[in-house]
């Protein structure tokens, strides 16, 4: 396992022969370790990517940037001298592997012998570890969230996290994109448009109407936006049909669009 790591380019031995497997890992280690296990990669074509404005000074700074890139939240307190703590290791982990993809979770709890140790912000991060199997409690159940994780506990659990992503395929996009939609009658003016988004991985996969535009033609636009999992989150593991709906005066025709605005504020 280390050895594999170590020809990625994943870890780095603390001196030329000797790895330290018992040596605490910092920050900017453990962020350059996740970025460069799970592959994550700079998103240059967004105007606001920091890779546009990277500093080079520090060995890190380009791993720094691509979690960033990535949507990785740093944890409170976080310093790239100061030694990471096991749950806020987790909460960087658990970023970077649903940068990767959204991986459908069976929606259990798993019992923490220390639970009421864990941060309120890093606890779903634990338990989706601990639900991919990325980690494991020790034998009296517990986690110790705020022991500092060690160089060798960091190394298994990046090698996991590459096990888990190559085994379960890149999940970001959902199972099928296609919107349709079908009109129930409320009354003599009013009818009622019901979205439906088919066949999706997990109840995570979601759409939303954004407006409604009436035209002159009698023809009502209905636009929408897809809605993907939030990170962090745990669903069922259950293919799933997702609806929302709206209310449209019953002389109109129906016209489904998607928003692309949405998508353009976002690189904004």
Do not use: C
Request: a negative charge.
């Amino acid at each position: 396992m280390i050895e594999s790591l170590q020809d990625r380019g994943v870890i780095h031995g603390m001196a030329k022969d000797r790895f330290v497997p018992l040596g605490k890992v910092t920050g900017a280690q453990g962020v350059h370790m996740i970025v460069q296990a799970l592959e994550l990669k700079a998103k240059p074509d967004n105007p606001a990517s920091s890779k546009n404005t990277v500093k080079r000074g520090h060995w890190y700074d380009e791993s720094l940037a691509i979690a960033a890139d990535n949507g990785i939240e740093l944890p409170q307190g976080f310093s790239v001298s100061k030694e990471l703590t096991r749950e806020q290791f987790a909460f960087l982990l658990q970023q970077g592997i649903h940068a990767t993809g959204d991986y459908p979770l069976i929606a259990m709890l798993i019992q923490i012998a220390d639970a009421d140790e864990v941060a309120k912000s890093y606890f779903n991060s634990v338990q989706a570890l601990l639900l991919m199997k990325i980690t494991e409690l020790d034998d009296a159940g517990k986690f110790h969230p705020k022991q500092s994780l060690t160089r060798i506990e960091a190394a298994k659990w990046v090698y996991n996290s590459r096990e888990f992503v190559d085994n379960h395929g890149k999940a970001d996009d959902p199972m099928q994109d296609e919107v349709t939609y079908s009109v129930e009658k409320v009354n003599d003016q009013i009818n009622k448009v019901i979205l439906q988004r088919e066949n999706q991985p997990n109840p995570g996969y979601g759409i939303a109407v954004t407006k409604v535009e009436f035209g002159k033609d009698q023809v009502a636009t209905i636009y929408y936006e897809l809605l993907s999992p939030k990170p962090g989150q745990m669903y069922p593991q259950v293919i799933t049909t997702t609806k929302t709906e709206t209310y449209i005066a019953s002389s109109y025709k129906i016209k489904l669009v998607p928003d692309q605005t949405i998508e353009i504020k976002r690189l904004k």
